[in-house]
């Protein structure tokens, strides 16, 4: 019997090529014993306790939540690793409760998703993807007037990493760039850091990059789209929970916003909603933005460095409840 760590990683065949990738995969290999998810379906609850039954850390892909069953039923378990920075469906309270470490990853997907936000804003100014389309149908489309993004004003809503990388972005354009966020001001001095509703009120296009919390759920919704300029567009990169779906829709119906994007929505896995995507005015991915081979391996290379930190009996980076995991000393680590 190997004396070596053991792990199991929830990502199913096609997430592992996709969310995991080969070379951290070997990398794992180098300092753990790895178990693999051979279901072809994401585990969750007593399932995958038991699919991790003799493995003290699980690597846990954004599609398997770790369910208070699954720490109570996973008597060898010391560590749930998220590959991901979103632990939200992570019983954090069940976890601490039972002694078992959580972590999470840190945000490679900077550059990714800001490029992806960048192309959005172009597509929704010039209709790119639409005149494509028609073309791909074999039929000519019309040659329709576009808008410029110099001299526009881009309007940035939460300043954390993806809003600092994209800031300066939006100024390389030649855009104005309007900043809210209530806890960061902005050290740049060309970003005008201003209120939510004067920010809504001041920009032709709107970038939602808030932090999904209690307190930002449906931050956009139909009294914030009124108060957006007529025509102006909006962009959603960051999670579905900030938007008003219908509120959205109405806003895009009555001719009030010129059009939208999204890569993120209420849909199963944080996907677009299918009705609200299919709309005209609207260009929509299928949660792609950190989809990047350097983003993704970020990540991944995250979880195996945690690991490694285990199997050398020391805490991990990145650690969310250290204080609570009494069952790190199996592993000889004081937290």
């Known amino acids: 019997m190997s004396n070596r760590l053991r792990v199991y990683l929830t990502h199913t065949g096609d997430a592992l090529a996709n969310y995991y990738g080969e070379r951290a995969l070997a990398a794992l290999r180098q300092v753990a014993e790895v178990r693999l998810n051979g279901t072809g379906r994401h585990l969750a609850g007593r399932e995958l306790a038991e699919a991790a039954a003799g493995c003290q850390a699980i690597i846990s892909y954004r599609q398997s939540p770790g369910e208070a069953a699954t720490f109570a039923e996973a008597p060898d378990l010391v560590a749930f690793l998220r590959c991901a920075v979103?632990?939200?469906?992570?019983?954090?309270?069940?976890?601490?409760?039972?002694?078992?470490?959580?972590t999470q990853a840190t945000p490679g997907f900077i550059p990714s998703v800001a490029e992806l936000v960048l192309g959005m804003m172009v597509d929704l100014?010039?209709?790119?993807?639409?005149?494509?389309?028609?073309?791909?149908?074999?039929?000519?489309?019309?040659?329709?007037?576009?808008?410029?993004?110099?001299g526009a004003t881009l309007g940035i809503i939460g300043y954390g990493a993806i809003g600092r990388?994209?800031?300066?972005?939006?100024?390389?354009?030649?855009?104005?760039?309007?900043?809210?966020?209530?806890?960061?001001?902005?050290?740049?001095?060309?970003?005008?850091?201003?209120?939510?509703?004067?920010?809504?009120?001041?920009?032709?296009?709107?970038?939602?990059?808030?932090?999904?919390?209690a307190e930002t759920e449906n931050l956009m919704d139909a009294a914030a789209f009124a108060r957006m300029k007529?025509?102006?567009?909006?962009v959603n990169p960051s999670r579905g929970n900030l938007?008003?779906?219908?509120?959205?829709?109405?806003?895009?119906?009555?001719?009030?916003?010129?059009g939208a994007a999204m890569d993120v929505g209420r849909a199963p896995d944080?996907?677009?909603?299918?009705?609200?995507?299919a709309h005209?005015?609207?260009?929509?991915?299928?949660?792609?933005?950190?989809?990047?081979?350097?983003?993704?391996?970020?990540?991944a290379m995250d979880t195996v460095r945690q690991v490694t930190a285990l199997a050398e009996g020391r805490l991990p980076d990145h650690a969310v409840n250290p204080a609570a995991a009494h069952?790190?000393?199996?592993?000889?680590?004081?937290?």
């Not at 938007?243 to 010129?258: I, K, P, R, T």
């Open 86 to 102: 979103d632990i939200r469906n992570i019983d954090l309270t069940a976890a601490s409760a039972a002694g078992v470490l959580v």
């Open 125 to 150: 100014a010039r209709g790119v993807g639409a005149a494509a389309a028609s073309y791909h149908r074999g039929t000519v489309p019309e040659a329709r007037m576009g808008r410029q993004l110099a």
């Open 165 to 213: 990388y994209l800031a300066p972005l939006g100024l390389a354009l030649g855009m104005r760039v309007l900043v809210a966020d209530p806890h960061v001001r902005p050290e740049d001095a060309r970003l005008q850091h201003v209120p939510l509703p004067e920010l809504l009120a001041g920009s032709d296009v709107v970038v939602c990059l808030a932090v999904a919390t």
């Open 230 to 234: 007529p025509g102006a567009l909006f």
């Open 243 to 258: 938007v008003d779906e219908a509120a959205l829709l109405a806003a895009l119906e009555s001719g009030h916003l010129a």
């Open 270 to 277: 944080q996907m677009p909603s299918p009705a609200l995507a």
């Open 280 to 299: 005209p005015k609207v260009i929509a991915t299928p949660h792609i933005g950190g989809l990047t081979p350097e983003a993704i391996e970020h990540q």
């Open 327 to 335: 069952r790190l000393a199996r592993l000889g680590i004081r937290a």
